[in-house]
T-cell receptor
Framework: SAVISQKPSRDICQRGTSLTIQCQVD?????MFWYRQQPGQSLTLIAT?????????ESGFVIDKFPISRPNLTFSTLTVSNMSPEDSSIYLC??????????FGSGTRLTVV | GENVEQHPSTLSVQEGDSAVIKCTYS??????FPWYKQELGKRPQLIID?????GEKKDQRIAVTLNKTAKHFSLHITETQPEDSAVYFC?????????????FGKGTHLIIQP
């Protein structure tokens, strides 16, 4: 299966600032996904990122708050903008490396103070 | 959109006994149902999945069953071992393989008592 590198692995940020999370895959993939896992909770899809097109956001998530880039078939970034303590979560990227197999990156643990 | 309900939220079983986790989904168009295991501080790992054209799938001690009519699917773990202790998530997708992303249940904390 694909190897997904996600960084940073963790960060502590001041409220009002922004953090960009990077996701690198060792093979070309059509779609990349970004999920949020709030403390002790399940995973919620933020958006789907296709190379060469605008990301598609799920209900409750907006581009101004979570801008996404997808410059090529192996890389994507998610920015968490104007952070507040409520944004403290684990952010995970995932890819479908072959039909029916979704693999997750190791996640970014974000704490906003 | 899709809604996935998962029960129980916590399950404690004696080592060697079986564990069953149940999920229901709302969207009849859903056709792909994976299960993920997440150990503390680690990423979710796919442990088994099933498609809507199959009623049951087994992989060693783990099995998943699907009832499309009732819109529910279950994870069965037999001969539980301490390393099975983790949080388990069910998920559903309408795109046959997660190509449109996955909708997750809230998770089950499985505790294996020695």
């Amino acid at each position: 299966s694909a190897v997904i590198s996600q960084k940073p692995s963790r960060d502590i940020c001041q409220r009002g600032t922004s953090l960009t999370i990077q996701c690198q895959v060792d093979s070309q993939v059509t779609m990349m996904f970004w999920y949020r896992q709030q403390p002790g909770q399940s995973l919620t899809l933020i958006a789907t990122a296709n190379q060469g097109s605008e990301a598609t956001y799920e209900s409750g998530f907006v581009i101004d708050k979570f801008p996404i880039s997808r410059p090529n078939l192996t890389f994507s970034t998610l920015t968490v903008s104007n952070m507040s303590p409520e944004d403290s979560s684990i952010y995970l990227c995932s890819v479908e490396v072959r039909r029916d197999t979704t693999t997750f990156g190791s996640g970014t643990r974000l704490t906003v103070v | 959109g899709e809604n996935v309900e998962q029960h129980p939220s916590t399950l404690s079983v004696q080592e060697g006994d079986s564990a069953v986790i149940k999920c229901t989904y709302s969207d009849s168009a859903s056709n792909y149902f994976p299960w993920y295991k997440q150990e503390l501080g680690k990423r979710p790992q796919l442990i088994i999945d099933i498609r809507s054209n199959v009623g049951e799938k087994k992989d060693q001690r783990i099995a998943v069953t699907l009832n499309k009519t009732a819109k529910h699917f279950s994870l069965h773990i037999t001969e539980t071992q301490p390393e099975d202790s983790a949080v388990y998530f069910c998920a559903a997708s309408t795109s046959g393989g997660g190509a449109d992303g996955l909708t997750f249940g809230k998770g089950t904390h499985l505790i294996i008592q020695p």
